[in-house]
């Protein structure tokens, strides 16, 4: 063999090596890839597998948790019907012990009924034996009742027949003197007690008309200011005013030192003209039955001490009086009435505190006509807050009086506290809606300086005001005698 041909040879054998080569690496190539797809393959197996055991465990335990739950809503349904069942149970046995309770106390009701019946028809028989009894003790008791009480009558008719002969004698002095209180009368006492208004007054009317010389419009508005912050009233002062004015116009001048003298003169001129000059106090023929005056005012006004001092000088005029203390709401009032009562010396008639008014008023009537009063004063409540309260008590204490005495009560007397200036007005309008109102009396004037409010009270109202008080003394409620007032309060 040649060189070429063992070239030749070597290279083909080379390429020979060279494929075998190759067709090894491919043959371990796809071994290798096939190991490699056979591990990917078991591992996605296991992976498969995995989940599969995951999923099942899940599903596992889903599965027992449901059992569980089921259990205990199973365990829960049990219980709650076991707890209803137990309420069931005391309920009905509640129910039994009540209605064996009921049923018990039936018993015990009729039980007693009987013993009651027993008891009541065992007392009706009692009674029955010792009626003769009490009826003999009661006529011997009645006799002697019967026979002091004609000894009384007789004491009684004696007693009357004196009271009756000073009566007379009283009666006829007080006829020729112009009433039962003129001999009470103190013109000293007015002027003091008038002193306060009186001071304020002419004080203001002197500031008024100082450096002036002729009543102007200038000084009838002072004037006008004057008299209506002495609580002479608005509508008052505004007639005073136009009268002054009337004047003016008709003499053509009024010089300043003359505003005091006009000033007087109008104002008694219009007090005559709206109510007339009340100088007597008398009673009225009321058919041999007792003059009967019912008291009205709102508490504070000096009510009780005006009936305690009205008491007095009815009684120091020799007539008989009787009070009757109605005002039963107000604390202490019918105490201090009982002290009023025996500090004059006259009988009460009262039933204590909250006692139906209309009743006290009842008996003090009764009272009166058996004991032959003349003079019966009842007092009343106190309260102007409620109107529609008020007007029906006072009308039910009326209409009680009158069947009793016909006509009664002739005299609805309204007290007014005249320090209150212009709330006497108000005071006064509101009772006068509420109840029949026919007389008036100012008190607590010494003590104010708001004594003009009687003029514009006299003046506003068609109620004649039959009393003023001028003091604290049981003979300082004064007559009001329009022309005096009119002079002390100008003196």
Known sequence: MGFLDRLFGNKKKEEELAQAKLTEEKRLNKEVKAKLEAEAAQKAEQERLARDSEANRLAEEAAAKQAAEEAQAKLEAEAAQKADQERLARDSEAKRLAEEAAAKQAAEEAQAKLEAEAAQKAEQERLARDSEANRLAEEAAAKQAAEEAQARLEAEAAQKAEQERLAKVTEQKSKKSGGLFSKFFSKDKLDKGLEKSKESLFTKLTRAVAGKSKVDEDVL?????????????????????????????KEKYLGTSELKEVLRDEIAALLEESSGIETKITIPDTSSEPYVIMVVGVNGVGKTTTI????????????????????????????????????????????????????????TLQSAKAQDSDVVIIDTAGRLHNKVGLMNELTKIKTVMSKIIPNAPHEILLVLDGSTGQNAFEQAKQFSIATDINALAVTKLDGTAKGGVVIGISDQFQIPVKYIGVGEGMEDLQVFNRKEFVDSFFK
């Open 221 to 249: 508005d002072d004037l006008e200011e004057v008299l209506i912050t002495s609580d002479v009233g608005v509508n008052t002062t505004l007639k005073i005013i136009e009268r002054i004015e009337a004047r003016i116009s």
């Open 308 to 363: 305690g001092k009205l008491a007095h000088q009815f009684k120091q005029s020799g007539k008989s009086v009787l009070l009757g203390a109605a005002d039963t709401f107000r604390a202490a009032a019918v105490d201090q009435l009982i002290i009023w009562s025996e500090r004059v010396g006259v009988p009460i008639v009262q039933q204590g505190m909250n006692a139906d008014p209309a009743s006290v008023a009842f008996d």
